[in-house]
């Protein structure tokens, strides 16, 4: 691949309500859209998160427990759904401001082996951002050749693409400033940490928990879990509030912005 692309993962905690059910933020979608047009990134992959599409449907039938019994079934297809309607929103959304937008479904393009990608069919995606096109995924629902099925997190597709397309960047757009010493929703002397490496991140682990909210795939927590192997790599990753004006459009861009960059 000629151009190195950025994966921006918006956070379902910043494209829906979080605290209800089924409930879009449609002008945050639209604005956030608004600024990945005018940022105008010559390679972009999109993953976004389940916020209160994904994650309470998930929960209630037990899904990332993998397959038990078969009442798990309907609550598996009512998940998927769900992820689809929002993902349509986002899709459209990117459409109407003149985005190549097009989904690609990880149910159907990837199986996970105990919780983990095992295969990811990638060759649509890849000549998708060859013909530059902007594929859009989003944590699922996915086939588990161990458990039956499992959740497969927004977070862990943005680091398994990231490194399998060698990604120039990973913006992560959350409700939060970035990375603080503590969830700065509970603890008012959390404090925002703006640079760390891994090595400070070992230290730091234990005071990162996971969301206040309903999240199946570990909230903070499991996203800065998600993210380090891609920091390995090399992969300059930024954590940055989409909830605010301009900061995921600034790190689209590389430039000076509000948030936590996470280095090796
Ligand atoms: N140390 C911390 N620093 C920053 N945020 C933290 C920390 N510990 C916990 N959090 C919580 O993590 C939340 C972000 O993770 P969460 O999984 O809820 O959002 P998301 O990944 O955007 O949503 P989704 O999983 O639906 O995509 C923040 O809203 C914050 O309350
Ligand atoms: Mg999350």
Redesign the pocket.
């Known amino acids: 691949m000629s151009v190195k692309p950025t994966v921006l993962k918006l956070?379902?905690?910043v494209i829906t309500d979080k605290g209800k059910k089924l409930t879009p933020n449609l002008p945050a979608i639209e604005r956030l859209t608004k600024e990945i047009s005018r940022a105008n990134v010559s390679s972009l992959v999109l993953v976004h998160?389940g916020g209160s599409f994904g994650h309470p449907v998930a929960e209630q039938y037990s899904l990332a427990e993998g397959y038990k019994d078969s009442s798990q079934i309907m609550g598996f297809s009512m998940t998927h759904q769900a992820m689809t309607k929002l993902n349509k929103l986002i899709v459209e959304s990117l459409i109407n401001h003149n985005i190549p937008a097009v989904e690609v479904q990880p149910s159907s393009c990837v199986v996970t082996k105990a919780g983990r990608i095992q295969i990811i069919e990638d060759r649509p995606l890849r000549k998708m951002l060859e013909m530059g096109f902007v594929p859009v995924l989003y944590g699922d629902t996915v086939f588990d050749s161990e458990t039956g099925f499992d959740i497969l997190?927004g977070?862990q597709l943005v680091s398994s693409l990231a490194i399998n397309l060698n990604a120039h960047r990973i913006v992560v757009g959350v409700d939060v400033n970035g990375l603080y010493t503590g969830d700065p929703k509970t603890d008012s002397a959390a404090r925002l940490i703006r640079h760390v490496t891994l090595e400070e991140l070992k230290k730091l682990e234990h005071r990162i928990e996971g969301?206040k909210v309903t999240?199946v795939?570990?909230?903070m927590l499991?996203?800065i879990f998600e993210l380090k192997p891609a920091v390995e790599q090399g992969i300059q990753t930024i954590i940055v509030n989409a909830t605010e004006s301009n900061r995921v459009y600034k790190a689209l861009k590389g430039e000076e912005v509000v948030g936590t960059i996470i280095e090796r």
């Open positions: 956070g379902g905690s998160g997190s977070d969301s999240d795939t570990g909230g499991g996203k």
